[in-house]
């Protein structure tokens, strides 16, 4: 069944390896009880956090999410947490391919890919993290990378492709206080949503988030763009202040 409220745009809060059982309960009182948002609204918390996550969003409006998920199933793969272990207390999303794992952990395309065939096997939306470094921007790459990235996904869940979300995050505006222009995003977007047109016909219902250094006073500009329908926030995600104002600014 769909979801009556799909029009709408998404804002997820990404976590990163932040927080503690204290910080978090505050935080999740705070926008549990903020009352209702014009977006859908979503956290990725860290994996020791999920639990808790999960219980005090219970019967909110707003849904919650990994950060990440293994490509194997089960088995011999310590440390790692399976996209079937998330599902099994109702996870909804599951981030796949952000830059930090990209960069830090030597994810491949096909890597992310997987992940998020994974993730949609047991029911859990992936999230697909594209985006360039700074120097492939000066060479003037954007284009190149970002189609690269995604193109492994979509070959790899073929039918399925228009389950996922995709998020653009340049990663040269990722915890650097630089943010990609609404301009410069849209172009982005707009590209993706071409490929994506040319693999499935729900291209255009599909969600394109918009992540790296989105803050109060640069989200209404981001999310008035056709093509960016919400944002993946990173560190404004942990000040309920922050998100929640970020989430006002999704208007339609």
Request: charged share 15%; with cysteine.
């Amino acid at each position: 069944m769909s979801d009556p409220q799909s029009h709408r745009q998404l804002v997820v809060g990404n976590w990163k390896m932040h927080g503690s059982h204290a910080v978090n309960e505050a935080l999740l009182e705070a926008l549990k009880s903020a009352g209702p948002l014009p977006c859908n609204a979503a956290v990725c918390a860290p994996f020791p956090y999920l639990a808790q996550t999960a219980e005090r969003l219970a019967r909110s409006a707003i849904s919650w999410g990994a950060q990440d998920c293994s490509a194997h199933e089960q088995g011999a793969y310590t440390g790692e947490v399976s996209a079937a272990m998330l599902a099994d207390f109702g996870c909804r999303y599951a981030i796949v391919g952000h830059s930090e794992r990209r960069a830090l952990h030597a994810e491949s395309d096909q890597l992310v890919a997987d992940k998020a065939q994974a993730a949609l096997a047991r029911g859990v939306t992936p999230i697909v993290c594209v985006g360039e470094t700074l120097a492939e921007r000066d060479a003037g790459q954007t284009d190149a990378v970002v189609k690269r990235q995604l193109s492994a996904v979509i070959h790899t869940l073929a039918h399925c492709a228009s389950e996922m979300m995709v998020a653009y995050e340049p990663v040269w505006a990722i915890g650097t206080g630089l943010t990609a222009t609404p301009e410069q995003a849209q172009a982005v977007h707009a590209l993706l949503r071409a490929q994506l047109h040319a693999a499935t016909e729900h291209a255009a219902s599909m969600k394109l988030l918009y992540g790296g250094s989105v803050k109060p006073d640069n989200a209404a500009s981001l999310f008035a763009q056709p093509d960016i329908d919400g944002g993946l926030i990173g560190g404004a995600s942990l000040k309920a202040i922050d998100f929640l104002a970020i989430c006002r600014a999704a208007q339609r």
